[in-house]
């Protein structure tokens, strides 16, 4: 579609062209005519002029001259050629000279000055005008002009009366050459002619129609060939800059749609990486996304980030990708520029060539990148990129793609440790930092299924502190929370495995032990109520007693019960175990057997 347009457009040119060619040639033909007519005229009539020139400065008197004198006057002008003629006619019409006639024609040639031209140039100075000559037979364009000859010698005025003797014998003489049988009969005109003419006389050229004709043919053929050829170029050059402007579009298409397919492509890898980044539940997942997707985006640049820890006074690298990065893994924020400006920084531009003291591991020609990855107003880490390519700058598409990239990571992190945070407060004990009641209940549910399909033990222990509730009667509140934080510290030590310990509530807990058969069960709660005795504990100075604990047990597939009956059955041995005397572990099954 667009080189049909194109084709449409680039041909335009051609199509006006042709048309102003179409419109002048019209034009042309209808003014060439006139055109040439009056150029030819002119041209004649400057002619005239060197003509009538010569003629007074030479004060010739063509009644002075024979008609062989006059004819080889006409003949010897620099101006006559083959096809221009000259004649000389009298004021009275006579026609006294023709370079075209015969002595005979122009004796028994009409009188002049009916014909234009000569009444014309006798009444203006000047006629022009285009008629058949019947001496010659064909049409011819005539111009003619008047001149005065003054010359006192001779006696000639507009009105003197000739009896000049030498006049009368160079008359006599030009007669005797006559034909004998008009002699007398020809003496007697010419006496009668010169015995008073005045000296005006008319010059007259003339040049054949059809050597205009020619010449308009000539001029035709001239102009209609430069149209042909200025046609032929100008559709030759469409023609070629049509083929090149194709070419051209047709290669900026494909440069066009290559990049549009890589915007493309590196949109729906961005919109990937932030689908799988919002779905991540912890940074080890996220780790996983960006190692995949990143090298996708970039290309082969080694990146990663670093993380920001709680304490705000070091960053860690915690994800990289490509390659494992070389530089520093773990740094203050006063060592990265891009932090200390608040923007990105680039180690290589224009003006300044500086790296960050965490980069000083890398060889000084690379060029490294730092963006800062912010959400929520507050900088979560650090976005590293470093190029190994010394001789091309980074360029501005990349870095866009690089300030796009971190703006997902730094929104992705941000969200990961609120979830973080907030699964914290949801899962654990704000007093111990023990799992709740609640991620016991999810973890028992998971472990029970996995032990369930794996046909594999899963051991539960519900725990209680003995006389805890006159513990604090004696000593505070503050004196038992702090009991309770230290028997969960102990606690959380003493588990192996995948053994979960948890605050249920109060002085009560439980641990969740996968993998763990009867008698490892009841060493391990043995062993609880080892530690707990031998522990003692000081507060402000004051000893806080003796501590004890017991145990209530329960095992799965020994007891095949659902999670649910499981916890009753510990519940019920745990009582068990403070009826026997507190400070000792009793097993379910030995209350079912009995």
Known sequence: MANRSVSKVQFLPAIALATSFIIGGI???????????????????????????????????????????????????????????????????????????????????????KHLEVAAALNQGKGIAERFSASSNQDYLYVAISLEIEDEEHGHGKSSVSGDKT?????????????????????????????????????????????LHSMATELRFIVYLLMLCSMAVLIASSWFSHRRIVKVINQERLLQEGRIQKSTREIELLRQ?????????????????????????LGDINGCVSIMRESRNLLEVEIDWVEAWPAAKTFSPQDCWALRKGRFHLSREKNH??????????????????????????????????????????????QQLAFTLAEHLGLALANLRLQEKLRSQAMRDPLTGLYNRRFFESKLEREWSSAHQSHSSLSMLMLDLDHFKRFNDNFGHDAGDYVLKEVASLLNDSMKGSAVVCRLGGEEFGVISPNTPEESAITLANSIISKVHELHLEMRGMSLGQLGISVGISTYPDLDLAESEL????????????????????????????
């Open 167 to 211: 006049s009368q014998e160079h008359v006599h003489q030009r007669d005797i050459l006559e034909h004998e049988e008009h002699e007398e009969h020809e003496e007697h005109e010419e006496h009668e002619e010169h015995e008073e003419h005045s000296s005006v006389y008319v010059l007259r050229g003339a040049l054949p129609i059809t050597s």
């Open 273 to 297: 990486l932030a689908n799988m980044l919002a779905a991540c539940k912890n940074l080890s997942e996220a780790q996983m996304v960006v190692k995949d997707i990143a090298p996708r985006i």
């Open 353 to 398: 060539n500086l790296s960050c003291s965490h980069m000083s591991e890398l060889k000084p020609e690379y060029t490294t990148m730092c963006i800062p990855l912010t959400a929520h107003g507050n900088t979560v880490g650090v976005f590293h990129l470093y190029f190994t390519d010394t001789q091309t700058p980074v360029s501005k598409n990349i």
């Open 27 to 113: 034009f042309y033909e209808k003014t060439l005519d006139n055109w040439l007519i009056e150029t030819v005229s002119g041209y004649t009539l400057g002619l005239l002029k060197d003509v009538e020139h010569e003629i007074e400065e030479k004060k010739i008197h063509f009644y002075d001259l024979s008609p062989d004198e006059i004819d080889l006057f006409l003949n010897s002008l620099s101006q006559s050629s083959s096809e221009q003629r000259f004649s000389v006619i009298h004021e009275s019409g006579k026609l006294l000279g023709d370079s075209k006639l015969t002595k005979h024609e122009i004796r028994h040639a009409e009188n002049q000055t």
């Open 567 to 594: 916890v009753k059955v510990a519940d019920k041995a745990l009582y068990e175990a403070k009826e026997r005397g507190r400070a000792q572990a009793v097993h379910a099954r030995e209350m079912m057997e009995k």
